[in-house]
T-cell receptor, first 115, second 112 residues
Framework: KAGVTQTPRYLIKTRGQQVTLSCSPI?????VSWYQQTPGQGLQFLFE???????NKGNFPGRFSGRQFSNSRSEMNVSTLELGDSALYLC??????????????FGEGSRLTVL | QKEVEQDPGPLSVPEGAIVSLNCTYS??????FMWYRQYSRKGPELLMY????GNKEDGRFTAQVDKSSKYISLFIRDSQPSDSATYLC????????????FGRGTQLTVWP
């Protein structure tokens, strides 16, 4: 069974640009969440999607957005990039109902560097 | 103040040692408590899950939750070099669709 797939794995952008990251969840998983991981702040929740609807959103500015498609694949977009957006962006999927167990399955992440 | 506090370490121990990792939290609404392990350049993977207060054992790993003190622990017995990783505590309010609140992670090195 394939795991969570994130693309691209690494990318370098300059300030002011925008970036789109993609996540393919485990087959059958309908919930997808995104986290930002930095050395200083650790893992911070960005947003969560279920059945193409955003169910939860973290405390990030409106430059961070996401969406989920009917096949459960998800994308997140960051516009007007800032240096502080440099981070590892992690996508996680779970079966509905398994959230109670905390059983999130994470991808290997997309490492974004903003110059 | 973050809702979940975790000492980032680093923690370095010899092979065979007992390792104790801890987190404190401030939100009494948290009901589900987890420990994730993250190897370098990999995503976190779930190690242990505990509901409410109590202990849970899985092989060399024991998770403890003390809700009265808002304190959770992970013990690793007979630590191995392959246990070298970052350990993240996480918790949530127990809703079916929700978010996890993570600690910053503790970097552990087990040397042979």
């Amino acid at each position: 069974k394939a795991g969570v797939t994130q693309t691209p794995r690494y990318l370098i952008k300059t300030r002011g640009q925008q970036v789109t990251l993609s996540c393919s969840p485990i087959s059958g998983h309908r919930s997808v969440s995104w986290y930002q991981q930095t050395p200083g702040q650790g893992l911070q929740f960005l947003f969560e999607y279920f059945s193409e609807t955003q169910r939860n959103k973290g405390n990030f500015p409106g430059r961070f957005s996401g969406r989920q498609f009917s096949n459960s694949r998800s994308e997140m977009n960051v516009s007007t990039l800032e240096l502080g957006d440099s981070a590892l962006y992690l996508c996680a999927s779970s079966l509905m109902g398994q959230m109670n167990t905390g059983e999130l399955f994470f991808g290997e992440g997309s490492r974004l560097t903003v110059l | 103040q973050k809702e979940v506090e975790q000492d980032p370490g680093p923690l370095s121990v010899p092979e065979g040692a007992i390792v104790s990792l801890n987190c404190t939290y401030s939100n009494s609404a948290f009901q589900y408590f987890m420990w994730y392990r993250q190897y370098s350049r990999k995503g976190p993977e779930l190690l242990m899950y505990t509901y409410s207060s109590g202990n849970k054992e899985d092989g060399r790993f024991t998770a403890q939750v003390d809700k009265s003190s808002k304190y959770i622990s992970l013990f690793i017995r007979d630590s191995q070099p392959s246990d070298s990783a970052t350990y993240l505590c996480a918790m949530n309010r127990g809703s079916t669709l929700g978010r996890l609140y993570f600690g910053r992670g503790t970097q552990l090195t087990v040397w042979p």
